[in-house]
């Protein structure tokens, strides 16, 4: 059995969407001196990625939250 078959049903779809975006890279970190260490690096630089953009998304949506309740008062 797999160890990834042993995952919890709820991270399992998330596990393998961050593998496959992972493998993405594979070219990458297959020249690294340490291609495990080199994979997880680059699963934490697109999770890191997604954190920033939804951190963007959410301080426009905040200012033009804002900007709609001032303009209503």
Known sequence: MKWREKVDPILKHHLEKEIQETSLC???YAQAKDPCHAQLWCAISNLSKKV??????LTYLERALKDTLIKKK
Do not use: Y
């Open 26 to 28: 594979k070219e990458a």
């Open 52 to 57: 920033f953009d939804l951190n963007l998304k």
